[in-house]
């Protein structure tokens, strides 16, 4: 059974140890990483970069400590995450919300290449089949995966799970595109997009959100690419008046998800994984999301 770690965000004495970063160091020192991990080993410490205006993700301070204390054992951690919006601006916006190599003090770098479609086909189960898992997770030997706990709109809450299942695959694979890849955990079917043309306001919000801009309105007619569509969901989101719907099926998306997780993890040897959940400005919905909102409750 694994052994479990936690520390309270509160603050009862107005001293560096009990503030969290210094609980983070205590904890990272009590697990023993060099248990898990070897000098010189490349580690790869998983986080998710959030959107343009969602800058309630992992705080960088926190993803510091991670990569100090892998260094303190010899070993060469970098922090990435998967392609969601156009691989360049994606970088962009991590460094927005405050990820850098100078403030995390290791290279940022995308998992799966600036275009998304660096990856490599694992077996997944019985709903997936495969899952074009990110070149860079499925060849590192070893990873933390530092998770911002938070709402979400199909798996309701996401933790470790959905940082592994939909941040270690890719969008999109070069030759069997999104059904590959985590449109295939949204999704069921042919995924199109249907849109209901007596509840649409026109407000092109859903324009607006699309990573890929693939959508458009045509004298006020709703048209996207279908063939470039990632099947993310985004647009069905931010509808206001839900005239937009991506088919689906809750039960089978958490059983996606798990098999998706599952795949990226078989890539790892036995006790090369670890994870480190933050509780921390815990958001209603994920941080792909173009905005943050008010914690819904306390860290």
Known sequence: MSKVYFASARVKKWKYADS????????????NLSAHFDKDEWIAVKTHFGSEGAHRVVRPVFLRKVVDALKGIGAKPFVTDTVRIKGLDYLEVANQNGINSLSVGAPVVLGDGLYGNDNIMVKA??????IAVASLIHDVPAMVVCSHVKGHIQAGYAGAIKNLAMGGVSSSHRHCGWKCGRGAIHTIGEGRLLWDEEKCELCYQCQEICPLEVIKFEKELFAYK?????RCGRCTRVCPEGALMLPGDDERF??????????????FKPNKVLYINFLTDI???????????VPVMQD
């Open 226 to 230: 279908e063939d470039d569509c990632w």
């Open 20 to 31: 969290m970063p210094g609980k983070l160091e205590r904890v990272l020192k009590e697990i």
């Open 283 to 293: 958001q209603p919905e994920c941080d792909c999301m173009p905005a943050a909102d």
């Open 125 to 130: 189960g019985e709903i997936l089949s495969e």
């Open 254 to 267: 958490m059983k996606a998800l798990a098999e998706a997780a599952n795949a990226v993890l078989s890539t």
